[in-house]
């Protein structure tokens, strides 16, 4: 086992509190900085796992802290903002009305509309409960045309 270096211990703490899996961790370890580590290795960096009981205090608090803020700040992560969704999907349903793909430039038309909460639908909403908030309804009257209201026969 290689001892890494505090930027790389640093980094695979805040990715597992990111919820990555040890296995995605090692390969972006490989990627970023060349290193080669072990499931093993990276697990050693859970304080949420057995394999960490003798995890530094540091690395824990910034475990901790890491995965409190990824809970809380969904600012960070870019599909969780409308704009950046409808965005992406106009830029979808361009390339595939430009490919001549007509099913998905509606489908992704649709996505959009949904997006927007329905705005280009047909759909309306009715309201059931009354002004006093219950769900009373007021008595309907049904008058059939061409029948005496009296005795209920044809006219």
Not at 53 to 71: A, D, I, P, S
Not at 125 to 147: C, N, Y
Request: proline content about 5%; aromatic content about 6%.
């Amino acid at each position: 086992m290689a001892a890494l270096s505090p930027e790389v211990k640093a980094f695979i703490v805040q990715a597992l509190a990111c919820f990555d899996t040890p296995t995605k961790v090692a390969e972006q370890v490989k990627q970023e900085f060349g290193l080669v580590v072990t499931l093993q290795q990276v697990s050693s960096y859970d304080p949420s796992r057995a394999m960490a009981k003798n995890l530094g205090q540091k690395w824990v608090e910034l475990f901790h802290e890491t995965r409190k803020r990824f809970q809380t700040e969904l600012s960070d992560i870019p599909i969780a903002n409308k704009a950046y969704r409808l965005r992406t999907l106009d830029r979808m349903m361009t390339k595939a009305e430009n490919m001549r793909n007509m099913a998905l430039a509606a489908t992704l038309i649709e996505q959009a509309a949904k997006e927007c909460g329905d705005a280009y639908t047909n759909r309306q909403k009715v309201e059931h409960t009354s002004p006093d908030g219950s769900m009373a309804t007021k008595p309907t009257t049904i008058r059939l045309v061409g029948v005496d209201p009296a005795n209920g026969k044809p006219s």
